[in-house]
């Protein structure tokens, strides 16, 4: 399909001004280069043209807002300086799998100043030695390249990704403040509630284990007390064998005493 007839299929009965992505990947460029585009589209912040056989920027319109622009495996080979001039806000560019081959090729994108990221795998200049050293000296104002910052450090999948976990963080920010979710509250109150049942029962289970303690003192008391009881028992009954016995031996030595008189009278 022919990149005019995609871009009016991707339009969707919108008008060029509402638009602000775009993605005409696999189309094919007449004589290399874009056609159907043009400076109507003022909001369009990305813009996808991967391998449509692009050989040149020059017809690229004016896309002052244009922040993202995709253009890998293409086989565009110089040129570049239009971009600074017609997407001066780019922060992301990928030229991966071009026909780029030395430094003085991407020196013109000293021009983009917000240019962040810029991705050159499979083209011919990654060749280079000390390649990447290279263009972040060139390039200074960017931060990764090939999607590896200066110290390795991997880049984040996409600004708009970005703003996503930015946005759940809002989120959660805003649940903290809003307090504890409905029913959590009630979750506590019965996490309480069965506290205070396990103490009641700990405490009954104690007074249970004390109330043992007492019965089991109050028998023994009980069998000491029978003891003492039958030694007093033992102890009267000795008494009263004894005072019988003391009681027969004064009637033996009365009985003695009149024997005694009766002999005497003889």
Known sequence: MEMKK???????DRAPEEVTELV????????GEIEGLND????????????????SLAR???????RKLELSDNIISGGLEVLAEKCPNLTYLNLSGNKIKDLSTVEALQNLKNLKSLDLFNCEITNLEDYRESIFEL????TYLDGFDQEDNEAPDSEEEDDEDG???????EEDEAGPPEGYEEEEEEEEDEDEDEDEDEAGSELG?????????????????????????VEEGEEEEEEEEEGVRGEKRKRDAEDDGEEEDD
């Open 24 to 31: 005409l990947d696999n189309c094919l460029c007449v004589n």
């Open 209 to 233: 284990e004390g109330e043992e303690e007492v019965g089991l003192s109050y028998l023994m008391k009980e069998e000491i007390q029978d003891e003492e009881d039958d030694d007093d028992y």
């Open 40 to 55: 109507t589209f003022k909001k369009l912040e990305f813009l996808s043209m991967a391998n449509v056989e692009l050989s």
């Open 167 to 173: 946005d759940e963080d809002e989120e959660e920010e």
């Open 6 to 12: 995609r871009i009016n299929l991707e339009l969707r």
């Open 60 to 66: 690229l319109p004016s896309l002052n807002k244009l």
């Open 139 to 142: 390039l200074q104002q960017i």
